[in-house]
T-cell receptor, first 106, second 114 residues
Framework: GIQVEQSPPDLILQEGANSTLRCNFSDSVNNLQWFHQNPWGQLINLFYIPSGTKQNGRLSATTVATERYSLLYISSSQTTDSGVYFCAVRAGKIIFGKGTRLHILP | SAVISQKPSRDICQRGTSLTIQCQVDSQVTMMFWYRQQPGQSLTLIATANQGSEATYESGFVIDKFPISRPNLTFSTLTVSNMSPEDSSIYLC???????????FGQGTRLTVV
């Protein structure tokens, strides 16, 4: 089956810093999503991005489907950005990566 | 988008008992999905629930342990049966949008078994 790998697994940054999270997938996929899981466990939809680039405020994402990767950019990090960021692809069923745990220090 | 109401949001249960989790969607959907997230881990699909038919379970999950009901196109329940501490996890329900492209999740149920 399709493998989804996220990097880095953990990231600790000072408030105000920028970060780039990566998602590699092993085969062609129908679509790709980025989620943020907050400390209460809720999954928040960030981007549905099977290809191309999207931006939403301080967050943006780029997916290069032909090269099988996606990037999530977070600029000017805030403490509320802390949590786990998941990439998920759909090839039949949805497959999640293991996530990047982001901790923003005040 | 889809709005999903899931309850309870959390519970602490005694081993050997069962807990039923409810998931209500604000629109009719063909398929609903149930996931488990063990502590510190990613999400794993338990089963896909279709209205009017038995749920389809993923490898490693069985109906006797995780019975699912899907009485109509906006509602589903997942029961965690005969619980043990190893069942302590976050359980989430999910649906796809009208275009069957983007997935949306309920708030999750944080279950602790003691």
């Amino acid at each position: 089956g399709i493998q989804v790998e996220q990097s880095p697994p953990d990231l600790i940054l000072q408030e105000g810093a920028n970060s780039t999270l990566r998602c590699n997938f092993s085969d062609s996929v129908n679509n790709l999503q980025w989620f943020h899981q907050n400390p209460w466990g809720q999954l928040i939809n960030l981007f549905y991005i099977p290809s191309g680039t999207k931006q939403n405020g301080r967050l943006s994402a780029t997916t290069v489907a032909t090269e099988r990767y996606s990037l999530l950019y977070i600029s000017s990090s805030q403490t509320t950005d802390s949590g786990v960021y998941f990439c998920a692809v759909r090839a039949g069923k949805i497959i999640f990566g293991k996530g990047t745990r982001l901790h923003i220090l005040p | 988008s889809a709005v999903i109401s899931q309850k309870p949001s959390r519970d602490i249960c005694q081993r050997g008992t069962s807990l039923t989790i409810q998931c209500q969607v604000d629109s009719q959907v063909t398929m609903m999905f149930w996931y488990r997230q063990q502590p510190g881990q990613s999400l794993t699909l338990i089963a896909t629930a279709n209205q009017g038919s038995e749920a389809t379970y993923e490898s490693g999950f069985v109906i006797d342990k995780f019975p699912i009901s899907r009485p109509n196109l906006t509602f589903s329940t997942l029961t965690v049966s005969n619980m043990s501490p190893e069942d302590s996890s976050i359980y989430l329900c999910s649906v796809l949008d009208r275009g069957n492209t983007e997935a949306f999740f309920g708030q999750g149920t944080r279950l602790t078994v003691v």
